[in-house]
Antibody, heavy 123, light 107 residues
């Protein structure tokens, strides 16, 4: 059974760096093909795709946020870390991590999601 | 970047009726299109992938169709638990992209 859970600060000040960790079970980032994506959702608004990292460290980013985002493997094979620099109030959102089966085009959808974590950027 | 446009923004439907949701891509995405359901306070749930394949455990009243740039999600007979927001997601091209969502509400 695959589960994912996001963790990190609930409040960050403007200009600070946000660091979120996705901890998962039921799969490992050493499994060929597997990926973990990050998606966010401002309150009352739509989902926004942010970034994705694959088992072989291949990474993809949203062009509009690429200069501020970094996605890396965590300390264990069951963690992924997202950092976002220079936080602004418009970055206030629920941040989700999600599992994807493979980099093969046909399998890039997100089949399992974490519960999400609300991050507020405010002074 | 591909832009995903969903319509309508809100759909008012009575229980038992059919709901038809649309999603349009600004460029062709083949059949690499997924649909998700999101209820208040919950994470999105995968309903459909490959434009028309139901995910595990998804009832048969949910069906997806389309290819290229035009896609449809149909809920054949709305149940009370189906009132939610639905998002389409293209995963053909990088960056991936979601639509802005369609809220299905009780009429």
């Amino acid at each position: 059974q695959i589960t994912l859970k996001e963790s990190g600060p609930t409040l960050v000040k403007p200009t600070q760096t946000l660091t979120l960790t996705c901890t998962f079970s039921g799969f490992s980032l050493t499994t060929t093909g597997v990926g973990v994506g990050w998606i966010r959702q401002p309150p009352g608004k739509a989902l926004e795709w942010l970034a994705l990292i694959y088992w072989d460290d291949d990474k993809f980013y949203s062009p509009s946020l690429k200069s501020r985002l970094t996605v890396t493997k965590g300390a264990s094979t069951k963690q992924v870390v997202l950092t976002m620099t220079n936080m602004d109030p418009v970055d206030t959102a629920t941040y989700y991590c999600a599992h994807t089966i493979s980099r093969d085009t046909a399998k890039r959808y997100f089949d399992y999601w974490g519960q999400g974590t609300l991050v507020t950027a405010s002074s | 970047e591909i832009v995903m446009t969903q319509s309508p923004a809100t759909l008012s439907v009575s229980p038992g009726e059919r709901a038809t949701l649309s999603c349009r891509a600004s460029e062709t995405v083949g059949s690499y299109l997924a649909w998700y359901q999101q209820k208040p306070g919950q994470a999105p749930r995968l309903l459909i992938y490959g434009a028309s394949t139901r995910a595990t455990g998804i009832p048969a009243r949910f069906s997806g169709s389309g290819s290229g740039t035009e896609f449809t999600l149909t809920i054949s007979s709305l149940q009370s638990e189906d009132f939610a927001v639905y998002y389409c997601h293209q995963y053909d091209h990088w960056p991936q992209a979601f639509g802005q969502g369609t809220k299905v509400e009780i009429k």
